[in-house]
């Protein structure tokens, strides 16, 4: 269970954040002092660390620079009065996580201490590689011993521990941010921070601002100023996820970064320093991007100096057998279930699927077939309804199983079932059915979608692969310039 520090003199404080998370899988254990708080570290051992900057027995500027000696990796949130968040910015150049201003909103707490957590886990959490001893045995492993994988591997060696800019190109799901970490783990920057962005999944309009920060005043709502990612992580990795979808404006402060290790915030005159390795993804063509003047030359050139590709697993045939019992294995203990097997008539159900949603299809699949899974073998009766019955597959628009918008047999048969995740499940078929709803109503179209969700079109994308939804035609992207139509992936979790 991942847990969060709280240290804290106000008992308010202690409290409130203690019943903020009462009812998550978050566990809370809240301190008054800087002492208790150090032994917690040191003990406890928790994932993210809450920390008021005045303290009484001790300044929290001190505090911090003993918490990063005894882990530099541990994300520390400060907690702030406003005539001390010049202070709390001090900490963020000195590497803390981000600052929350008293009095505490309770929302953005949660959502604060969950990003951060996240990034506790990726920075954590090793990536090995086959054939490197560094990260073997523990973590996550990239698996593969296809002709394709073995030239991944080879470059990730060559290029982690030089500090060089790195693109990595493949379709959705084949694994671009483990390829990042891989990378990130085995680098000489492995000891400093490692932060992820989606560009996709953030308004054009705030992008800049999440990347470079900004000045207070400088727009409406800027009532504090903001130290962005390039600040935030020096000396370390920032991995910039769907970086084909970045805004001119965005476009061109990035290629400076790389040009010159230099920029400005949001409405600021002060050039600053940045000392940030750059990795990046995406699944786009920026070659036709460029050639249609939708994305600069200059900054493409300078993000592909170094390339990876990474094949679909429909190219994969060779690792998929290997694919399928890595996380066969992975799930069952994650779920606490005791299957070890998979039956004949599943595996060639699962081998002669074509994965057009890649490895996140694929683990996506397994989860919810182990969740249906009632003994010790994977059967074909377990599998979602559109790899039992590919011919009879809705041509538009399919989830993993027939999704409708009465959740009631569904929560039956998850409490015969004897689940101990059913919020979480259940909030997922209602998303599932809620975004596929929208979907057919705008016939794929995701520009419209996302407006009637009151969504960015990016989340849309995101909610689309982590749902396990795909469009499998191709749909009319309006408003964004393009005079033809935009073939839309089948993304899949």
């Known amino acids: 269970m991942p847990s969060v520090l709280v240290i804290d003199d106000d008992r308010s404080v202690r409290h409130l954040i203690s019943e903020a998370f ?23 051992k928790p994932d993210t660390v809450m920390l008021d900057i005045m303290l009484d027995d001790a300044s929290g500027l001190e505090l911090f620079r003993q918490i990063q000696a005894l882990d530099s990796k541990l994300p520390v949130i400060f907690i702030t009065a406003l005539d001390s968040s010049d202070t709390a910015i001090q900490a963020m150049k000195l590497g803390a996580y981000d600052y929350l201003l008293k009095p505490l909103d309770l929302g953005k707490v949660q959502s604060l201490v969950r990003q951060a957590l996240e990034i506790r886990r990726l920075m954590h959490v090793p990536v090995g ?141 002060q050039t600053i320093k940045s000392d940030v390795r750059v990795i990046t993804a995406t699944n786009r063509d920026l070659e036709k991007m460029v050639a249609d003047r939708e994305y600069r030359a200059d900054l493409y050139y300078r993000l592909s100096s170094f390339t990876i590709q990474l094949p679909p697993l429909r190219e994969r045939a060779d690792d998929l057998l290997l694919l399928l019992e890595h996380y066969l294995a992975c799930f069952s203990r994650e779920l606490g279930k005791d299957v070890h097997g998979i039956s004949p ?47 009879g597959e809705t041509p538009v628009l399919e989830g993993d199983e027939a999704v409708d918008g009465d959740l009631t047999p569904f929560i039956e048969a998850r409490l015969h079932g004897n689940s101990t995740n059913l919020h979480a499940e259940t909030l997922e078929r209602m998303e599932r059915y809620l975004v596929t709803r929208v979907l057919r109503t705008t016939d794929g179209n995701q520009s419209k979608a996302a407006k009637i969700l009151g969504i960015t079109r990016g989340s849309l994308r995101t909610k689309i692969r982590a749902l396990g939804l795909s469009i499998d035609r191709q749909v009319k992207i309006e408003g964004d310039g393009l005079e033809e139509a935009e073939e839309e992936e089948a993304p899949a979790t």
């Open 22 to 44: 009462c009812e998550t899988d978050i566990d809370v254990v809240a301190v008054g002092s800087a002492e208790e708080g150090l032994q917690q570290i040191s003990s406890a």
């Open 345 to 391: 008539e599943a595996l060639n159900i699962l081998l002669d699927y074509a994965w057009p949603g890649n490895i996140r299809e694929l683990q996506n699949v397994l989860k919810q077939a182990l969740l249906q899974a009632t003994g010790t073998v994977l059967i074909s009766e377990f599998l979602p309804a559109k790899l039992r019955n590919p011919a």
């Open 129 to 269: 590689v086959p054939g490197s001893s560094r990260g073997e045995h523990r973590g996550e492993v990239l698996v593969g011993r296809s002709a394709q994988m073995q030239e991944v591997y080879k470059a990730i060696g060559r290029v982690a521990p030089q500090d060089v800019t790195v693109l990595i190109r493949g379709e959705s799901g084949t694994g671009k941010e483990l390829v990042a970490r891989a990378i990130y783990h085995h680098s000489q920057r492995s000891d400093g921070p490692f932060l992820a962005v989606n560009c996709a999944a953030i308004p054009d309009a705030l992008l800049e601002s999440e990347l470079f920060g900004h000045e207070k005043g400088s727009f409406t709502g800027a009532d504090q100023r903001r130290i962005g990612k390039f600040e935030q992580c020096s000396g370390g990795t920032l991995f910039l996820d769907e970086v084909g979808d970045m805004s001119p404006l965005v476009q061109s402060k990035v290629l400076r970064v790389l040009q010159g290790q230099e920029f400005e915030r949001v409405g600021g005159n």
